[in-house]
């Protein structure tokens, strides 16, 4: 059996640069990753066998091992998706002029789009954290590096004056993270179409805690929602 290779997976079209069996290999790595995100869809996670996947993909059997360890690193791969989803948000905020009302729903709505589509994702998500201890240990680092990357953001926020000060920049990211995920995760217990409309009241509610302290706060306040729900 060869090494797995990286769980990240591909988000670009094949570089030229790249042989034709490094080309082929991604191109595998990414059927069978779209394909297990769209059988936990339909079928659920637990219910999808490696089999499934193999078949979906129109591949060998023996060829997912070559990929991916196990279902749950399918999980994994997913995780680190997003985080490099998170990375280009905050490499492109430094550059940008959006407001952070506007700038963080944009965000929001792209890191859950994935899962949007496939709420058992999300519930997989939850129970690989709970019932495997080597995918929970990867996850966590994961989660560290998805904080820092948000930490990074709000300092900028704060900076630029659209963040309270008055709290840790840290602290201000995991509120931030623990309010998208934790309305990501009501949600999957419905599965419906309401997602878009959650997250944004969600974030509408939370900037009044975000926004700058002082007499402008409360016009600062619905500014930002008005912006959010645009």
């Known amino acids: 059996m060869r090494k797995a290779a990286s769980s990240v997976p591909s988000r670009r079209p094949p570089q030229s640069g790249l042989g034709r069996r490094q080309r082929r290999s991604a191109e595998i790595r990414e059927k069978l990753f779209r394909a297990a995100l769209k059988l936990f869809a339909e079928k659920g996670f637990a219910e999808t066998t490696v089999e499934d996947i193999t078949n979906a993909a129109d ?33 492109n905020f430094r550059h940008s002029k959006d407001p952070m009302p506007v700038f963080l729903r944009a965000l929001s709505i792209r890191m859950t789009e994935e899962s949007g589509r496939a709420p058992d994702v999300v519930r997989a998500i939850l129970q690989a954290n709970l019932s495997s201890s080597s995918v929970r240990r990867v996850m966590r680092e994961n989660h560290d590096r998805a904080h820092g990357l948000m930490t990074q953001l709000v300092q900028v926020g704060q900076d ?12 201000l990211a995991h509120v931030f993270r623990q309010t998208v995920f934790g309305t990501l995760l009501m949600w999957s217990v419905y599965g419906d179409s309401s997602l878009p409309e959650r ?7 939370l900037w009044a805690g975000l926004a700058p302290r002082g007499t402008a706060n409360s016009a600062a306040t619905k500014k930002a929602q008005g912006a959010t729900a645009r």
């Open 160 to 171: 630029r004056g659209e963040f309270r000060r008055d709290l840790p920049a840290s602290e």
């Open 199 to 205: 997250i944004n009241t969600a974030l509408n509610v």
């Open 59 to 91: 591949v060998g059997k023996g060829t997912f091992f070559n990929y991916f360890p196990s279902k749950e690193h399918i999980l994994i791969a997913f995780s680190e998706m997003q985080l490099a989803k998170l990375q280009n948000a905050v490499d």
